[in-house]
């Protein structure tokens, strides 16, 4: 699907009022402040690829403001964008950052923020939801409120995946553009955890080495219903109790990471929307053994039965 929508053939009056209708079913609802109103301009292009969506924004200087009383969202999303022309300034959970052409950020969509640029502007912005990301990045919030490199290495291989997958998108049928969106989300974390100031923070680089290998481990071998933590520990040629000491600052155990990357990934492939695969297929394929055990997990997680959510589509 591809929509472009822009103010060049409206009245100078009208442009304000359809900019803000536009921006809010392209993104979500945002409060706008137009810098220079009497001469506004703006152009968008839109595609959905999947689940991921991709835009190209060209407007005047704006600033967009993201309130509380806007966030009432069932599916929170994170948000790559990659100012093209001029640098934008961001602000959220008392952090500010200033991106400039090169860069891209990461930003959730489901907390207030603000976002602006002082200048005539060209960005590209792709919207990930928050459950499609965390299937391939353990926390990706840690890679929040960091500038990262799109000139160089996989950042730059990012990049041009994106704009080779929208000049195709219309060459390319549905079930390519959930291949391609997938591809470019493992292009996105490549890009991010191969940061150097993501390799090098919090403790010993050691330490961050350990993590990334076990979740690329777990990625790989995530359809099996025997991964454990003593597999793990053994593949990463670590000691299953010091593969519990690297999960003890987060907010989840090994287990528990592990469980919640299955039923994620299951979500996933029921929202994908394919009838011609069972639910029974979407349990074995993740690692579930036990249909009705998976049932059981998915209705306490979700808030419904895995039936109930693919008839909900």
């Not at 860069?103 to 792709?126: C, G, H, M, Q, T």
């Amino acid at each position: 699907m591809h929509n472009r929508y822009s103010t060049h053939l409206l009245p100078q009056r009208e442009r304000q009022d359809y900019w803000r209708e536009v921006i809010e079913n392209a993104y979500f609802p945002l409060e706008l402040d137009f810098r220079n109103p009497s001469e506004f301009h703006g152009h968008l292009s839109q595609w959905q690829m999947g689940r991921v969506g991709i835009s190209r924004m060209e407007s005047s200087a704006t600033c967009f403001t993201r309130v509380k009383q806007q966030i009432d969202e069932s599916e929170p999303y994170f948000l790559i964008t990659v100012p093209a022309q001029d640098q934008v300034r961001f602000s959220q959970a008392n952090r500010t950052i200033v991106c400039n052409p090169g860069a891209f950020i990461l930003e959730r969509s489901d907390l207030p923020y603000e976002f602006s640029y002082s200048k005539d502007n060209a960005l590209w912005v792709v919207r990930v939801p928050v459950s499609l990301l965390q299937t391939r990045i353990r926390q990706p919030e840690r890679f929040l409120y960091m500038e990262f490199d799109k000139s160089k290495g996989m950042g730059n291989v990012f990049f041009s995946f994106l704009r080779t997958m929208v000049q195709q998108a219309s060459y390319t049928n549905e079930v390519a553009h959930d291949i391609l969106s997938s591809q470019l989300i493992d292009l996105l974390a490549h890009s991010m955890e191969n940061d150097d100031r993501v390799l090098m923070s919090n403790e010993a680089n050691l330490r961050n080495v350990h993590l990334r290998n076990i979740e690329a481990f777990v990625r790989d071998n995530i359809q099996r219903s025997e991964l454990s933590p003593d597999m793990i520990a053994v593949a990463c040629n670590i000691s299953t109790r010091y593969l519990h000491k690297l999960f003890k600052d987060s907010d989840q155990t090994v287990g528990q990471w592990i469980k919640e990357l299955r039923l994620q990934s299951a979500l996933n492939d029921i929202r994908a929307g394919n009838r011609h695969t069972t639910l029974a297929e979407i349990a074995y394929r993740w690692g579930f053994n036990d249909q009705a055990h998976f049932c059981r997990l998915f209705k306490s997680r979700f808030g419904c039965t895995a039936r109930e959510m693919r008839e909900a589509k």
